[in-house]
């Protein structure tokens, strides 16, 4: 069975600090999203990585993917409130299932 | 371009009931996944249809059934509903003519599902 682990669970932080999420998995993965859930909304679309050690950067969040492609980081820097929310992970194995992890919930307080 | 719409939005159902949710995707996608995402569990993968065909099923009981419209739309059906089916019903639609990866999967809101 396929399972992607995200870490912390839960983070409370102030404003302005840093912050990195983790995302590991025993399997392979052909890519790796990052999704971003708000309260009543479904995930939105991040960034997808695919290639082993590949970095993008999306303004203040940068994300890795691992030499390996078994794990992933989501690096935030200068937290603001409006990075409040669910971050979620998924691996797609390059068939037509895509896995996500449970969840990193942050919140970012003024 | 219009997003991905669910309804109805809420839902309260009892123990034993069916319900049946509804979503349509972006124009021009005709890939629809369904997910189910609960606190413990996450976003776990229900099914997957193209063309009016069921490409792909996660592991769930056949009380979760789904199908699809012609017109790319897309129902899913809980027959018999337990406590533990409350959750955050979740469906995404894609092109569907090329790999996950290849392509961005748009997520409805949702349809959240209480079962007393």
């Known amino acids: 069975t396929q399972l992607l682990e995200q870490s912390p669970q839960f983070l409370s932080i102030q404003e302005g600090e840093n912050l990195t999420v983790y995302c590991n998995s025993s399997?392979?993965?052909?890519?790796l999203q990052w999704y971003r859930q708000e309260p009543g909304e479904g995930p939105v679309l991040l960034v997808t990585v695919v290639t082993g050690g590949e970095v993008k950067k999306l303004k203040r969040l940068t994300f890795q993917f691992g030499d390996a492609r078994k794990d992933s980081s989501l690096h935030i820097t200068a937290a603001q409130p409006g990075d409040t929310g669910l971050y979620l992970c998924?691996?797609?194995?390059?068939?037509?299932?895509?896995?996500f992890g449970a969840g990193t919930r942050l919140f970012v307080k003024a | 371009k219009a997003g991905v719409t669910q309804t109805p939005r809420y839902l309260i159902k009892t123990r034993g009931q069916q319900v049946t949710l509804s979503c349509s995707p972006i124009?021009?996608?005709?890939?629809v996944s369904w997910y189910q995402q609960t606190p413990g569990q996450g976003l776990q993968f229900l099914f997957e249809y193209f063309s009016e065909t069921q490409r792909n099923k996660g592991n769930f009981p056949g009380r979760f059934s789904g199908r699809q419209f012609s017109n790319s739309r897309s129902e899913m059906n809980v027959s018999t509903l337990e406590l533990g089916d409350s959750a955050l019903y979740l469906c995404?639609?894609?092109?569907?003519?090329?790999?996950?990866?290849?392509?961005?999967?748009?997520f409805g809101p949702g349809t959240r599902l209480l079962v007393l």
């Open positions: 995404a639609s894609r092109a569907g003519t090329s790999s996950p990866y290849q392509e961005t999967q748009y």
């Open positions: 124009s021009g996608h005709r890939s």
């Open positions: 998924a691996g797609s194995t390059g068939g037509f299932k895509t896995i």
């Open positions: 399997s392979v993965f052909s890519s």
